[in-house]
Nanobody, 124 residues
């Protein structure tokens, strides 16, 4: 199992940008499909973005498409989430997750390793 630690959260004004990082340790990171999820107060955790193990495929939630970009640097055991044109509704705790090798979907249950989360607050 891979261990994940997110960083880069903070407070930003609406329209601003923020970059999140997720550092992996433990098992070999290369080849793991990765994703970002988020959870706002009072809401369930929701999918944000996904990147395949090769980095060739990405999937985004409709709410962030065109504003967020997921990427990975296997040499650094890190996955990133660049967030632009942030909105107050993007305020949430953001989690990165590694998909289980035997799963193929992007539901929470398909991911077996989770970070502790990093807070992103967007002020209006």
């Amino acid at each position: 199992q891979v261990q994940l630690v997110e960083s880069g959260g903070g407070l930003v004004q609406a329209g601003g940008s923020l970059g999140l990082s997720c550092a992996a340790s433990g098992r070999t990171f290369s080849g793991y499909a990765m994703a970002w999820f988020r959870q706002a107060p009072g809401n369930e955790r929701e999918f944000v973005a996904f990147i395949s193990g090769s980095g060739a495929s990405t999937i985004y939630a409709d709410s962030v498409k065109g504003r967020f970009t997921i990427s990975r640097a296997d040499a650094k055991n890190t996955v990133y989430l660049q967030m632009n044109s942030l909105k107050p509704e993007d305020t949430a705790v953001y989690y990165c997750a590694a998909r289980l090798p035997t799963r193929w979907g992007i539901r929470e249950s398909d991911f077996g390793s989770w970070g502790q989360g990093t807070q992103v607050t967007v002020s209006s």
